[in-house]
């Protein structure tokens, strides 16, 4: 059974730091992906790491302040967020899938999420204006 499992959210002043973490279980992930949900608003791929891809991307919104990582395999994969603004404020998800992706298409379609075969439950990520 593939499971991930997110850590690491919570609430942050403009400008601070968090560190999400995603352990991925039952699955050998060819790569990991981070989205984030704000409410009223589509699923967006922020971040993503994969094998052999020329990866890590990032969506243009997080660019310079948000760094994915992660190991070999990629089953605990980290989003260390800096600089926050109140519009990073989202349930951040990790997302990987049974078969190989190229993590620049993650980033680039803007529905991607719907090509992902498991997600995490989230966690909450608030930054008060």
């Known amino acids: 059974q593939v499971q991930l499992v997110e850590s690491g959210g919570g609430l942050v002043h403009p400008g601070g730091s968090l560190r999400l973490g995603c352990e991925v279980s039952?699955?050998?992930?060819?790569?990991v992906a981070w989205f984030r949900q704000a409410p009223g608003k589509e699923r967006e791929a922020v971040a993503c790491i994969g094998k052999g891809d020329g990866s890590p991307y990032y969506a243009d919104s997080v660019k310079g302040r948000f760094t994915i990582s992660g190991g070999e395999p990629l089953n605990a994969v980290h989003l260390q967020m800096s600089s926050l603004k109140p519009e990073d404020t989202a349930v951040y998800y990790c997302?990987?899938?049974?078969?190989?992706?190229?993590?620049?298409?993650?980033?680039?379609?803007?529905?991607?999420?719907?090509?992902?075969?498991?997600w995490g439950k989230g966690t909450q990520v608030t930054v008060p204006s």
């Open positions: 039952g699955l050998d992930s060819y790569g």
């Open positions: 997302a990987t899938d049974r078969t190989p992706f190229h993590s620049q298409e993650i980033i680039s379609n803007p529905r991607s999420y719907a090509d992902m075969d498991f």
